[in-house]
């Protein structure tokens, strides 16, 4: 909890910045825009407002989601204990009072004045963050929600009932993209302006909810009409800025990582161990080693001062199943699923996150300490809904009938993910590109790729390749990887927990401990295996993955 309090406090001021290529704006009361007075209101102001907290929902939900399905390091061993009420506070403040209730004042504003983008952006924000919330929490209040002060305990409403509404808005919002506005929003962190991109993203999230739906047929139909993401310049995004202080508009992680004291999060195992196995190209994007070494790895003496767990023997369900422990070669310094060993003096050691997402460093073998400011400077992305993810999702639906036609979009998803890491080498000034991947490096993975889903001789076997490539391509946007595992129940090689018996695997997280307490309505959960209601993967917990 202390770690989501020290990353994320030091963005809360930064509303209205401008995080691409300008670090100041003159939108200084957009701080507070709900305390102006009617002569001050302007819908840019709310807009700027909803449009970061936004991202910043978006992304502190994304790492709980990323943590639970091993794209990052979960530091509990019980999943009932792992992520207390009060770890969501923030993020349900920031949806409700902050994103959407911003979005809902600057309505009032918009429709007089008929600024129709203004509103079809707060409407793919709003059908976005409500879906999200579902999508963690389950029921949550919505048509009751903005009603204060005459409904001050809002009910819960169905999560069915949210998803249609969500649907609902985004028709709508593709209707408010092709009307003629008075004018366009001021600052569209997003698009720049570009109301066909916009489209694009409103069908994509369109293809989020009828994958999570089941409905086959409304997912084929809007990609019979090309009209959703497909190239990496359609992503939708939110970039940062590289500014530390007053506003410091950096990637959140980067401003938790890159200190002079260095790392804080350590990176999974799980993930860097497939990646270096593979000769995945993105790895050198992803991951920063400080180190050439690991304390325990082969050739290398153990560390009980900055790696305990080189002391120690592997778990039975770690040797079994033959999951990499403790210590990887080449200095991938992480740590498995639910190690909860504490913090030693390893800052300046450990691996820390690369140039993609976070604009942290590239790893071109010079094993330096990092340090504040360094590589990319914090300029990453937030990534929200990708080509590359559409193309996994594709390669889902067409398993679902025939599991050798899902072979094309999953070489093109991963051909498209590699292409999109590989662009933010130049953010690091100072690296040497050089060391690193080349063109018959990329062709000879993507080969290898295709050969392991070729060579696989079980429809569990084919699953399993499409799951942990998917995964891969998530680095940055847990969404995606804890809404397929739920629905799918692969891949089924995940790591196992430390623990040997953490309990039921979270199906959905607590609420929020200010919202349980506050509204009555909002009873809290005796445990996190509830199922949100799209969630009816009844084979999910035969999986041995599940511990």
Not at 109 to 116: G, K, M, P, S, V
Not at 360 to 389: H, K, R, V
Not at 517 to 536: H, L, R, Y
Request: glycine share 8%; hydrophobic share 35%.
């Amino acid at each position: 909890m202390m770690k989501k309090i020290i990353k994320y406090i030091a963005v809360v001021f930064a509303t209205g910045a401008l995080f691409n290529s300008c670090e100041t704006t003159e939108l200084d009361l957009t701080e507070n825009p709900n305390a102006l007075t009617p002569s001050q209101a302007d819908p840019d102001f709310y807009l700027n407002a909803a449009q970061q907290r936004f991202a910043e929902v978006v992304e502190e939900l994304g790492e709980d989601g990323s943590e639970v399905v091993r794209i990052e390091n979960m530091g509990t061993r019980i999943y009932q204990s792992a992520y207390s009420p009060s770890n969501f506070d923030t993020a349900w403040e920031r949806a409700y009072q902050e994103t959407i209730k911003n979005i809902r004042d600057m309505n009032v504003l918009a429709e007089e004045a008929e600024l129709f983008y203004h509103i079809g952006m707060g409407q793919v924000m709003e059908a976005y963050t409500m879906t999200l919330l579902v999508d963690y929490f389950g029921d949550v209040p919505y048509s009751e929600a903005f009603q204060a002060p005459d409904i001050l305990n809002p009910k819960l409403d169905p999560g069915a009932d949210i998803y249609s509404a969500s649907l609902t808005l985004l028709d709508e919002a593709i209707a408010n993209f092709g009307r003629t506005s008075t004018a366009n929003p001021a600052i569209d962190f997003y698009y720049d302006g570009d109301a066909t991109a916009w489209i694009k993203a409103s069908n994509t999230l369109k293809l989020r909810i009828y994958l999570n739906l089941g409905n086959t047929a409304a997912f084929n139909s809007i990609i019979s009409s090309g009209n959703y993401i497909q190239d990496a310049s359609e992503d939708f995004q939110f970039t940062w800025g590289s500014n530390a202080v007053q506003p410091d508009t950096r990637h959140p992680d980067y401003g938790q990582n890159y200190t002079d004291q260095g790392g804080a999060d350590y990176m999974s195992i799980w993930l860097m161990d497939i990646m270096q196995t593979t000769n995945d190209p993105r790895i050198r994007f992803y991951y920063y080693r400080q180190s050439a070494t690991t304390p325990g790895a082969p050739g290398v003496a153990p560390n009980e001062e900055t790696l305990a767990c080189s002391l120690t023997t592997a778990p039975a369900q770690y040797i079994s199943g033959g999951y990499a422990y403790c210590s990887l070669p080449n200095g991938y310094w992480g740590r498995n699923h639910g190690n909860d060993e504490g913090t030693p003096p390893d800052g300046l050691l450990r691996t820390v996150p690369g140039v993609y997402p976070d604009a942290g460093q590239y790893d071109d073998d010079s094993f330096g300490e990092i340090s504040l400011g360094s590589g990319g400077g914090g300029a990453g992305i937030t990534p929200m809904l990708l080509s590359s993810t559409v193309d996994f999702w594709r390669a889902e639906v067409s398993a679902n009938t025939n599991i050798e036609s899902a072979r094309p979009f999953l070489i093109s998803a991963v051909q498209k993910s590699i292409a999109k890491v590989s662009a933010f080498g130049s953010l690091d000034a100072n690296a040497d590109l050089s060391v690193g991947p080349t063109a018959a490096d990329i062709s000879t993975f993507i080969a290898l790729v295709g050969a392991e889903f070729d060579d696989a001789e079980s429809e569990e076997e084919k699953l399993n390749v499409i799951a942990d490539q998917f995964f891969i391509s998530l680095k940055g946007n847990g969404h995606d990887g804890f809404n397929f595992y739920r629905r799918t129940g692969y891949p089924t090689d995940l790591e196992p927990n430390l623990e040997p018996d953490p309990g039921a695997f979270i199906r959905s997280f607590f609420y929020p401990a200010s919202a349980s307490s506050a509204n009555q309505f909002i009873v809290q959960k005796p445990g996190v295996a509830e199922q949100v209601f799209w969630d009816t993967n009844s084979a999910f917990p035969t999986f041995p993955v599940a511990n």
